[in-house]
Every structure is written in structure tokens, then in C-alpha cells.
């Protein structure tokens, strides 16, 4: 604790019994609980708002590096024509214009 041994503990226990008193003393410890409980509180939150800051700012490097990923795959990726969609194309249009042939109808019964 602190890398104080017990030798250190014993002669800081002692100095307060002396400054403070046997009577006050247990009412300096109470409220020196309180304090150390509100400073810990207060770190505790200190510290989840900086991890959140920094959790916020990795996030959007990342976000920034994935677009620049993006911006240079798409400027390094060029159009190259397909020499045979021309071909394809007339050939789907001519298919839909040529009338669809349609099924023989039935005979119709005789009366015989």
C-alpha cells in the first residue's frame, strides 16, 4: 500500500494519535473515508471520460483511413470498355423485337 511497510504505518498512526487525540480521532478517519470514497468517484469518472474521448478519436481514424482506402482504390481503379457489350446489347435489343411466336390453337369439337 503506497510502498509503505508496517514501521511507516505504526509511526503515522502514532503521530496522528498525538496531533488529533484518542477522542477525535475516529472522527478524522470517518471523514478521511468519505474524502478518500468522493476522490476515487471522481478519478473513476475522470477516467471513463478519457477513455471515451480517445475510444471516440480511434474511431474516427479509423473512419478516415478507411475512406483515404477507399479514395485510392477508386482514383487507382480506371474504366476499361468492354470490346463485346456493344455486341450483347444490339443482340438483346433485336431478341425483344422480334415478335414472340405464339402457341397453335385447338381445334374446335365437330358435331358429328
Known amino acids: 500500500m503506497f510502498g509503505l511497510g508496517w514501521d511507516h504505518l505504526v509511526v503515522i498512526f502514532v503521530v496522528a494519535m498525538v496531533v488529533f ?7 478524522v478517519m470517518r471523514q ?3 474524502t478518500m470514497k468522493t476522490v476515487n468517484k471522481v478519478t473513476g469518472d ?3 471520460q478519457f477513455e471515451d474521448a480517445v475510444r471516440d478519436a480511434e474511431k474516427e481514424l479509423d473512419l478516415k483511413d478507411a475512406r483515404a482506402a477507399i479514395q485510392d482504390a477508386m482514383s487507382s481503379t480506371t474504366l476499361i470498355p468492354d470490346p463485346a457489350a456493344p455486341a450483347r446489347d444490339s443482340a438483346a435489343k433485336t431478341a425483344t ?4 411466336t405464339t402457341a397453335p390453337t385447338a381445334a374446335a369439337p365437330t358435331n358429328s
Open 97 to 100: 423485337a422480334t415478335p414472340a
Open 21 to 27: 487525540g484518542p477522542g477525535e480521532l475516529p472522527n
Open 46 to 48: 475522470l477516467r471513463k
Open 32 to 34: 478521511l473515508g468519505r
